[in-house]
Each structure stands twice: as structure tokens, then as C-alpha cells.
């Protein structure tokens, strides 16, 4: 868990949200933390548990995406043998693995109506009874919930019970994406580039060239800090040379001319974006007033990226540009780049 339970940023929308974490941790009362994938919400949820009165007892995780439906209440409340078919002996819940302890309910949106039921029960009650049993069990449990959802939309659909957020929603934390905290992509990218240098045993970090950190800059982040580590690991790896700095980039993984073509559309089915894809952006020519700088820029940009492409190797860059060895040493010369930039 250390691992991945590091808070890394320096921005305020980030601290803010850290801050308003640890003054509600004190507090017995559920809290909801909302924010959009790769966020750190489960970092928030150990970090309430950890500060508060209950930092010895457990910290219970469910994830109520990851089972089926038919699964979800067994799960949180428990069974008694012979409950349902599969059911061969007793089983605890989750609700009584965390008594005095934290349960965080992770992806908290997709519930079913009847499962929230239950669990506005148990938060008004403070007690659960398993399936198959009419016996109530009396538990002190403290929630903290997540979601990346808009639960007072989904309230007022009918789709998610409003008493069940109103109990829930003590506080809410809401955590800032990473396209939003200003200052902390490159924070981030050198904490991860860093370690995973120490990973691969390198003697010295490189850094990362100056055109590969403008990209970190202006990627949109749509998987934000966990799509970020995952960028910058692949990155160091593939690079594998201690000596010189970073000069490529991969956002995507699946990114290769040899890629199977996407299965076509069933006819009626509706072409869906999927949520990681960033609408492209066209550039905003009115805002060029020098058509030379403009042009340079822009040249410069594609042979940066096609050195890092090719790790540097020119003669292999040159290829694939369709230059010549000596036109793309004119560029590089014309454009003052570097393997050490």
C-alpha cells in the first residue's frame, strides 16, 4: 500500500482537497469523495481512515462494480448457510469485517435500488442482518463512499435514493483532475520517472527533454494521476538509456500501424466516444501573426518528436520523415536541438 499511497502535488486545488480530507477524518460521520477516474479517491478514503479515532481497527474495501448484482448484498451484509444456492456455509459481510473500523464503498453510483435500501438501514440503524437471517447485527461502521458520478442528478432521476445521500453526504470531497492542478503534472512526471529509474537500477535520473515535458503539459489527462504514472513508467523503460534525456513519449499503448481494425458498428448501434478520448482541437489560426515563427515551430515540433520516436538514432529519423541524412542535420542544427535537451 505505501507504494501507492503517496500524496504528490503542490497546487491549491490539490491541497485544498487534502486539507478539507484531513479536518473531516476527525469527524464520525460519512463522506462522500467524488471525482473523476485516476483521481486518487481511494487515497483520500485511507487517508480519512488513517487520521481519524479508528486508525487501529480495519479498513474494509468494496468495490460494488467489480460483483454482479445478484452478489452485491451477500456481500456487504453477509449470508447465512443455505441462503441462496452456493450458500454451504455462514459468511460474514463486509458491514462486520469493519465494525469499529472504516468501510469504503468504492464506485458507490452503481448500487441497485434494493442494495441501497439495505445500506440506508444500516447507516440509520447501525445494525445488519444477513441473508437468510432475521437476526439484526449491531456494528459501528463509519462510510466513506466514492464515486465519479453526479449522485444529486442521479437522485433527482430517481436512479439513486435522495435519504441514502443525504445520510452520506456529511461531506463531500470533490477532487480537482490533473489538467486543473497547475504545476503538479511535471511534479508528478518527475516523481514517477525517478522511480522507476530506481526501478530499473539506473545511477542517475535524466530528466525529460524539453519537448516531451510540453507534451505532459498540454495532455489533456483524461485517466489523470494513474493514467500520468503509467505514461512516464512506459516511457523510462522503453528509453532505456540513463545518459540522455527522455526524448519520447507514448500516450496511447495501443498506438501501432499494425493494430487490428475496430470491429464495424452493428446497424442501429450508436457510435459512443469513448470517455479517455480527447476531442481533438483544432489550431487556432487567428491567433498566428507571424507565418515564418508559425511554420519553425511547427517544424521544429515534428522533428523533436520523431527523434524521440527513434531514440535519437538520425539516420533512422531522417527515414522516416523522408529526408536526407544531411537535411535532417541542417534541421537539427537550424533548430538547435540536442540529445542533451
Not at 518527475?190 to 535524466?206: D, N, Q, V
Request: proline share 5%.
Amino acid at each position: 500500500m505505501e507504494r501507492e499511497s503517496q500524496f504528490i502535488g503542490q497546487s491549491g486545488a490539490f491541497l485544498d482537497a487534502v486539507e478539507r480530507a484531513s479536518s473531516a477524518a476527525i469527524m464520525n460521520r460519512p463522506v462522500l469523495v467524488v471525482g473523476e477516474r485516476g483521481t486518487g479517491k481511494e487515497l483520500i478514503a485511507e487517508r480519512l481512515h488513517r487520521l481519524s479515532s479508528r486508525w487501529d481497527e480495519p479498513l474494509v474495501t468494496m468495490n460494488c462494480a467489480a460483483l454482479p448484482e445478484t452478489l452485491i448484498e451477500a456481500e456487504l451484509f453477509g449470508h447465512e448457510a443455505g441462503a441462496f444456492t452456493g450458500a454451504t456455509r455462514s459468511r460474514a459481510g463486509r458491514f462486520e469485517e469493519a465494525d469499529r473500523g472504516t468501510l469504503f464503498l468504492d464506485e458507490l453510483a452503481t448500487l441497485s435500488m434494493q442494495a441501497q435500501e439495505r445500506l440506508l438501514r444500516a447507516v440509520e440503524y447501525g445494525e445488519v442482518a444477513r441473508i437468510g437471517s432475521n437476526r439484526p447485527i449491531k456494528v459501528d461502521v463509519r462510510i466513506v463512499a466514492a464515486t465519479n458520478e453526479d449522485l444529486p442528478t442521479l437522485a433527482e432521476r430517481g436512479t439513486f435514493r435522495a435519504d441514502l445521500l443525504d445520510r452520506l453526504s456529511f461531506e463531500v470531497i470533490t477532487l480537482p483532475p490533473l489538467r486543473v492542478r497547475e504545476g503538479d503534472i511535471v511534479v508528478l512526471a518527475e516523481f514517477f520517472g525517478r522511480r522507476m529509474a530506481s526501478e530499473l537500477r539506473w545511477e542517475e535520473w535524466p530528466g525529460f527533454a524539453d519537448h516531451v515535458r510540453e507534451r505532459l503539459e498540454n495532455h489533456p489527462w483524461p485517466g489523470n494521476v494513474r493514467e500520468l504514472r503509467n505514461v512516464i513508467e512506459r516511457a523510462v523503460y522503453r528509453w532505456g538509456d540513463s545518459k540522455s534525456a527522455i526524448g519520447h513519449v507514448v500516450f496511447d499503448p495501443f498506438e501501432s500501424p499494425w493494430k487490428p481494425a475496430a470491429a464495424a458498428p452493428q446497424p442501429g448501434a450508436q457510435k459512443v466516444q469513448p470517455a479517455s478520448e480527447a476531442a481533438p482541437t483544432a489550431p487556432d489560426y487567428d491567433q498566428i501573426g507571424d507565418l515564418r515563427a508559425a511554420v519553425e515551430a511547427h517544424e521544429r515540433a515534428i522533428v523533436e518528436h520523431a527523434l524521440g520516436r527513434n531514440r535519437w538514432n538520425q539516420r533512422q529519423t531522417a527515414k522516416a520523415l523522408g529526408l536526407s541524412y544531411d537535411q535532417l542535420r541542417h534541421c537539427i542544427k537550424k533548430h538547435g536541438l540536442g540529445e542533451s535537451e
